[in-house]
């Protein structure tokens, strides 16, 4: 029998602080106090600044010399730079493992996630399917520098996809982009798979470039 791993303080505190700043909870370019998160949380120091420096690998989190941590602070160039890494890992791995992979068990993945896409009914239950849909590619790709490579971002694209979900007034509004995807993959059409995820994405861009200049003019 497998040993139970617990989680350490540090990972507590990391999903924690990741949580609420992809789900917007602590707002875009807002400081991140280790002396007020000491209060807030209960902790020493130690496991804070640690979980910091994790998030500000991870892109989520910014340091400034003479001004300190900031959660990151979306523009318009970040949104299309985000957008393209993502893309480029994306096609990636979906071109990796519909040529290499076990397709029946790709698409039984895609099947499983496309239904917890359609039976989503809040923001987050719908953004966490369409990352374990696109992520089934990349469980399938058989090359794990990819796989973190992606999850390297990872944390910044559920940022941008959560917003954009967040936007929408319907859920599972776009399903069909997620059906074409499902269908090429049946197939084995790796590149009707990339070319479907990009219409998903060209959807998102403008939703994603208006939030922001509304955020930050309403500051």
Known sequence: ?????????????????????????????SKLNVNELQDELGVSCTPIREAVNRLQQ???????????????????????EIEQLAMTLHCAAIRLAMAHG????????????????RRARNVQSEVMAVN??????????????LDANMISIQGQ??????????????????????????????????????V????NTDRCIPVLMEYVLKEKAAR
């Open 157 to 194: 694209q559920l940022l941008l996809r959560y917003i954009y979900a967040d936007c929408l007034t319907e859920r599972g509004s776009h399903a069909e982009d997620f059906e074409g995807m499902l269908e090429a993959a049946r197939r084995g059409d790796a590149e009707e798979v990339c």
């Open 132 to 145: 374990r849909f696109v992520g089934t590619f990349y469980a399938h790709c058989g090359n794990r520098r």
């Open 1 to 29: 029998m497998a040993a139970i791993k617990k989680r350490s303080l540090v990972d507590q505190v990391y999903e924690m602080l990741r949580g609420d700043i992809i789900t917007l909870r602590r707002p875009l370019g």
């Open 58 to 80: 991870e892109g989520l989190v910014v340091y400034e010399n003479n001004v300190g941590a900031h959660i990151l602070d979306l523009d318009q160039h970040d949104i299309t």
């Open 102 to 117: 076990d397709r029946a068990a790709i698409v039984t993945g895609l099947e499983k996630y496309l239904e917890e896409y």
């Open 196 to 199: 479907c995820l990009q219409r």
